[in-house]
């Protein structure tokens, strides 16, 4: 059944590109550029909220997590690591998940592995304990939950509970009467590179393998931002820039905010970028429903200031563990 599989997989354009791993059948490769489309039909298909439902996401971060991708009957087949390191993520399409799982337990296997999926949401758990009863063993990981909002919500603050947040901005426009908000282009990346460095060193030593990543995605980003489709949006007091954003859509009526970064001094940036940017993306998109910001990756302040934006919903991530 699977070889039988794994000879229908369909190869993208430039398929030539594919470099064959000889401990594995699939055929997999770096992510590329020119994979968008099919891969974003692929994800259209899977219509999740999660971050991991961006090509931008995968593209971005890929090269600094080993990803490694291929297609096998309208799955996407995506592996992190090799080795004893070695990881999958959910098959993300449409039809069939059976023929897909068994292959990457195949290459785990001849790898010498358990086959282990990473970044499982609740809807996908249901589908792999559905597929396979009790052969799955699932532990949540909280550091990776997305935090998702109402779209609305955040362009407007309005409520009691985002009151502390309206205060912020309100008094951010009364201290910098000369601010504005523009939406991103290629004339402000410099700047944005600028800010970048101003941030990095003034955050604490301790990092995450994610923010010792972040510059090099940014960077990625800007170098191919028409490209992925991003929209960002850039806050300026007078001439200075002191914030920046940028992300994608994701699901069916989603947006997923990938990067944000503000200068700190000037009190209040980081409530107004966000609330500046949400607007222009209320304003551009009438199906936007929900936010995501992502995870917390397990650092008190951030998950603190996620929560404090009142999340309409988590996106709880499961790691998932092949058990004979």
């Known amino acids: 059944m699977i070889s039988t599989a794994l000879r229908q997989h369909t190869v993208p354009e430039r398929g030539q590109e594919f470099v064959s791993d000889p401990k594995l059948r699939l055929p997999f490769r770096s992510i590329q550029l020119f994979d968008k489309s099919w891969l974003n039909a692929l994800l259209k298909a899977e219509d999740t909220l999660s971050s991991t439902g961006c090509f931008g996401t995968l593209y971005l971060w ?3 997590y080993g990803l ?3 297609k096998l009957v309208n799955r996407l087949i995506s592996r992190y ?3 004893e390191e070695m990881s999958f993520g959910y098959p993300m399409g449409s039809g069939d ?5 068994l292959a990457m337990r195949q290459a785990a296997a001849e790898a010498g592995v358990p086959l282990k999926l990473r970044g499982v949401t609740e809807v996908q758990k249901a589908n792999l304990e559905k597929a396979f009863p009790g052969q799955f063993v699932f532990t949540e990981n909280r550091d990776e939950a997305d935090y998702v909002y109402e779209a609305n919500k955040l362009a407007t603050l309005s409520g009691n509970k985002l009151h502390s947040k309206k205060n912020h901005c309100n008094r951010f426009q009364k201290t910098y009467p000369d601010w504005r908000f523009e939406v991103l282009t290629k004339e402000h990346f410099p700047a944005c590179l ?3 460095d101003q941030w990095e060193a003034s955050k604490d030593v301790v990092e995450t393998e994610e923010q010792t990543a972040e510059p090099k995605a940014i960077a990625k980003a800007f170098a ?3 490209e992925l489709g991003l929209d960002g949006g850039i806050l300026f007091v007078g001439e200075q820039p002191v914030a920046f954003t940028l992300g994608e859509r994701v699901g069916g009526h989603g947006f997923d905010v ?3 970064k503000a200068d700190t001094a000037f009190d209040g940036a ?3 970028i966000n609330r500046e940017f949400v607007r222009y993306l209320v304003g551009k998109y009438e199906d936007l429903q929900f936010i995501n910001r992502e995870e917390d990756m397990g650092l008190e302040n951030l998950r603190k200031a996620k929560l404090s934006y009142k999340p309409a919903m988590m996106v709880a991530k499961y790691n998932a563990v092949w058990e004979d």
């Open 62 to 64: 890929g090269e600094s």
């Open 68 to 70: 490694r991708v291929a």
């Open 81 to 83: 690591g090799t080795g």
């Open 97 to 101: 998940i059976q023929v897909p799982v």
């Open 194 to 196: 600028s800010l970048l």
């Open 224 to 226: 191919a931002y028409d």
């Open 258 to 260: 990938r990067f944000e």
């Open 270 to 272: 980081y409530p107004m």
